[in-house]
Structure formats: structure tokens, C-alpha cells
């Protein structure tokens, strides 16, 4: 199984609403990303947990809020966004976190995202 | 700064024509990789290069590390409608082992 599953495939939100985004993999992969893709644009990195703890959160503003319950699963727990947060939402996993780090070669496997229009 | 920077950004080209497409910087990368993402998917890896000089296939695309290891190329032979996507090179930064990515070439085969 070299699947990323995410769930839903597209979402519509108003702006006062709470929503949830998932993401599951049986990889056996310990680092998992949520990434933001504008149209025409390259993903830009959000979050990354290693071994189910957060490493990096790029400057996200705090209505996103990642967690992840176990090795296997990643959620997006969305509140009151914004038009401009309108976006693809897409996960990813790799076998370790750290790209080029000792000159490791990691493989990063996405699933196929979750459209999110913000009304 | 690490920046990863892609040529041309847009090619629409008819079927059965030979492509390249680009990706250069000025500062030199431990490994390079590059993906195709079709419209309302994921990007997908389609290989990793590692070795300055380096040549790697994958059937009518070829895929070159520069020497210096700063910038790879992406040659598609005899393009077909299928090979029509979002390009994207992507190399780790230095600072916090992520990937940083190109803006991507947009690619339309058109038959």
C-alpha cells in the first residue's frame, strides 16, 4: 500500500465554520506534512510531524490547527478562515523528515489534496 | 538564500515533439527531485538524483544532475498527451532539511 488518503475531496466553508481535515497513511512512514497549494503555484510546506510530534510549523496562523492522533493519521482542524485561505490542501508522507539531512535521499509521497473553497 | 528557479514556466507543444525543461540555481544542491502533479491531484515523484553529472531514465524521459550539482534538466522525447502536467523540481535546504520547490513548468501536449 503506497496510498496517502485524504478525506473530504472537496470542502465549502463560511467563515464561522469549524471543519476537519484528514489524512491517513499505512506506509509505516514517521514523518507526515500538510502542505497548501495555490492554483499555478508550488505546495508551500504548512507543518511537519516526526514521530507524531510537531518539527516545524512555517508561521501558520492559528486557525489551523494540525494533530496527529497516531503514526498513521493526520488532521487539519480548520476555524473561522478566510476567502484568501482558499487553496488545495494536500498531505504527504516520507520515511523520515529530513531531507538531505547526512545526505539522505527521502521520498515524499502525497495524497490527492482536498480543495477548499472559503466563502 | 537557497532558490530553485524553472524554465520556460509555461510550454504548449504539439504531440510527438522533444521537450526540455529547466532548473537552476546558485547554490549547490545535495540531491534534486522532480514530480508531475495533474490537475486536482497530488504531485507524484518521478525521480531523485543524487550524483553531480548524473543521467537517470525513465522510459522517454531523461532526467540530468548538472556537475556542479546547482541545476537539472528534464528531457521528454517524443512528448504524448499523457505527459501533460505541473512540472515541479524540488531540492533540500540546508537550514531545516525540508524541500524547498521551483514555481513549476506548466506542460499541455496537445494531439
Known amino acids: 500500500d503506497t496510498e496517502v488518503t485524504q478525506t473530504p475531496k472537496h470542502l465549502v466553508m463560511g467563515m464561522t465554520n469549524k471543519k476537519s481535515l484528514k489524512c491517513e497513511q499505512h506506509m509505516g512512514h514517521r514523518a507526515m506534512y500538510w502542505y497548501k497549494q495555490k492554483a499555478k503555484k508550488p505546495p508551500e510546506l504548512m507543518f511537519v510531524y516526526s514521530y507524531e510530534k510537531l518539527s516545524i510549523n512555517e508561521s501558520v496562523p492559528s486557525r489551523f490547527s494540525p494533530e496527529c492522533p497516531n503514526s498513521s493519521l493526520l488532521n487539519l482542524h480548520l476555524h473561522a478562515l478566510q476567502p484568501e485561505d482558499s487553496a488545495l490542501y494536500l498531505c504527504?508522507?516520507?520515511?523520515?523528515?529530513?531531507?538531505?539531512?547526512?545526505?539522505?535521499?527521502?521520498?515524499?509521497?502525497f495524497g490527492s489534496g482536498t480543495q477548499l473553497s472559503v466563502l | 538564500t537557497q532558490l530553485l528557479e524553472q524554465s520556460p514556466q509555461f510550454l504548449s507543444i504539439q504531440e510527438g515533439e522533444n521537450l526540455t525543461v529547466y532548473c537552476n540555481s546558485s547554490?549547490?544542491?545535495?540531491?534534486l527531485q522532480w514530480y508531475r502533479q495533474e490537475p486536482g491531484e497530488g504531485p507524484v515523484l518521478l525521480v531523485t538524483v543524487v550524483t553531480g553529472g548524473e543521467v537517470k531514465k525513465l522510459k522517454r524521459l531523461t532526467f540530468q544532475f548538472g556537475d556542479a550539482r546547482k541545476d537539472s534538466s528534464l528531457h521528454i522525447t517524443a512528448a504524448q498527451p499523457g505527459d501533460t502536467g505541473l512540472y515541479l523540481c524540488a531540492g533540500p535546504m540546508d537550514s531545516n532539511y525540508q524541500l524547498i520547490w521551483g514555481a513549476g513548468t506548466k506542460l499541455i501536449i496537445k494531439p
Open positions: 547554490s549547490v544542491f545535495s540531491s
Open positions: 504527504a508522507s516520507s520515511q523520515g523528515a529530513g531531507f538531505g539531512f547526512r545526505g539522505r535521499s527521502e521520498k515524499l509521497f
